[in-house]
């Protein structure tokens, strides 16, 4: 059975830094490009970041360039967020999630993705920006 499962959310002040992490199972991790998405109280999902099977190529939203990362670890069938500089509007709730299709990338940034739009998310990890 798939499942994946965020950890590392939290509330942090405006400026820092979090790390989330999701550790997938039951599917072939190193086929998959896999994203984080994220949806704020009241508000529509949004596409965070993207990589690749093989973490050759990522792609971010706007909001996220230059202060987000998205990495992977194949061995260890996980996927992480490595989020800097936080502010108030990136308070949300972030999702782990699977493409639908095997090494190619059916979701970009600069879309309104939904999430069945892809195979599979987690249950989400909140993150709260305030001070």
């Known amino acids: 059975q798939e499942q994946l499962v965020e950890s590392g959310g939290g509330l942090v002040q405006p400026g820092g830094s979090l790390r989330l992490s999701c550790a997938a199972s039951?599917?072939?991790?190193?086929?998959?490009?896999m994203y984080w998405v994220r949806q704020a109280p009241g508000k529509g999902l949004e596409f965070v970041a993207g990589?690749?099977?093989?973490?050759?190529?990522?792609s971010y939203e706007d909001f996220a360039k230059g202060r987000f990362t998205i990495s992977r670890d194949n061995a260890k069938n996980s996927l992480d967020l490595q989020m800097n500089s936080l502010q108030s509007d990136d308070t949300a709730v972030y999702y782990c999630?699977?493409?639908?299709?095997?090494?190619?990338?059916?979701?970009?940034?600069?879309?309104?993705?939904?999430?069945?739009?892809?195979?599979?998310r987690g249950q989400g990890t909140q993150v709260t920006v305030s001070s």
């Open positions: 039951g599917f072939t991790f190193s086929r998959y490009w």
């Open positions: 990589i690749d099977n093989d973490a050759y190529k990522t």
């Open positions: 999630a699977k493409d639908r299709f095997t090494y190619v990338p059916s979701v970009r940034p600069g879309t309104s993705p939904k999430f069945t739009d892809f195979h599979s």
